[in-house]
Each structure stands twice: as C-alpha cells, then as structure tokens.
C-alpha cells in the first residue's frame, strides 16, 4: 500500500499537471486571440497531455491503494505580451514541474518504495523532453522576433503537432 506521505505528494502533483494543463489551455485561447491557430493547436495539445500526466498519476495512486483527493486548480494568467513570453513562461513552469518530480523521486527513494521509484522514471524522461520542446520553441520565437513572414512560418510550424494519447504513455 502507498505510503501517506508518498500519497499525498502524488495528489499534489496531479494538482500540479492538472494546472498545467489550464496554464496551456489560458495560452491557446491567447495564440487563438493573437491569430495564430497553429500556436492555438499546439498549446491545446499540450493541454490534454499534461490532463493524460495528472490522470496516469491518478490511476496510480488507486491501483496502489491509495486515496486521491483532488484540491482546487489555481487561475492561470490569462495575457502574455508575445508567444515568446508564453514559450518563455512555459519553459520556466516546466523547470519547476522537473524539480517537483525529482522531489517525488527522491521520496521514493527515501521510503525505500521502488515501485513508484520506477513509476517515476517515465516523468524524469518527460521532463527532460518538455524542458527540450520548450526551449527550442523559445529559440524559434525569438528568431521570428516581429517579423510577420517569420511568425507566420513558425505558425504553420506549431500547426503540425499532434495529440495522440499513445505517444505520451503506454496505454
Ligand atoms: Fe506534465
Ligand atoms: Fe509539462
């Protein structure tokens, strides 16, 4: 059976993707103001990965016997000057989720608990690709700078992406 305090850190966290998910949600619907769809798309996709992050954390918990209490998801911010500002943020807010699991991780550890040591693994990797994804999204916008015929590229660009719920987990 899960350990409390591992339980409790875990319902933190789902607390945590869950607001990550609203944080990309808040910068689609100003990629969507901005006229940028594909900044709109891929914000979205985002989105339902970081709801597909909190509810694996979900399943988790109970399939360990745990106990999920969910606690209320704090308002993200709902303008940002650019999309280099929102890449910037999201950047930044990844940089902390990275500390928070490796937080959860060392926990794990700590109670000797190596079942979620390993469940924990999946998210270490995660991390290392979200932080990746958003620093080059970070370059990209402040290469475009301005510049419309470049913001318009970049637009398309973001268009590509995809959701598909088998690319972020195992399921
Ligand atoms: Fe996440
Ligand atoms: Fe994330």
Known sequence: MLNKKMQDAFNEQINWEIFSGYLYLSMAAQFA???????????????????????????????????????????????????????????????????????????????????????????IAEQVEEEATASDMVQKFTMAGEHPAGLYQLDKELAARTFMASSVTTW
């Not at 709801?51 to 106990?67: K, N, T």
Request: charged letters at 25%; aromatic letters at 10%.
């Open 33 to 123: 103001d901005a006229g940028m769809p594909g900044g709109q798309s891929w914000m979205t996709v985002q989105y339902k990965e970081e709801l597909v992050h909190a509810q694996m954390m979900f399943d988790y918990v109970l399939e360990r016997g745990g106990r999920v209490t969910l606690g209320a998801i704090a308002k993200p911010q709902a303008k940002w000057k650019d999309g280099l500002a929102m890449f910037k943020e999201a950047l930044a807010h990844e940089e902390k989720v990275t500390a928070r699991i490796h937080d959860l991780a060392s926990l794990a550890l700590e109670l000797k608990d190596h079942a979620t040591y390993n469940f924990l693994q999946w998210y």
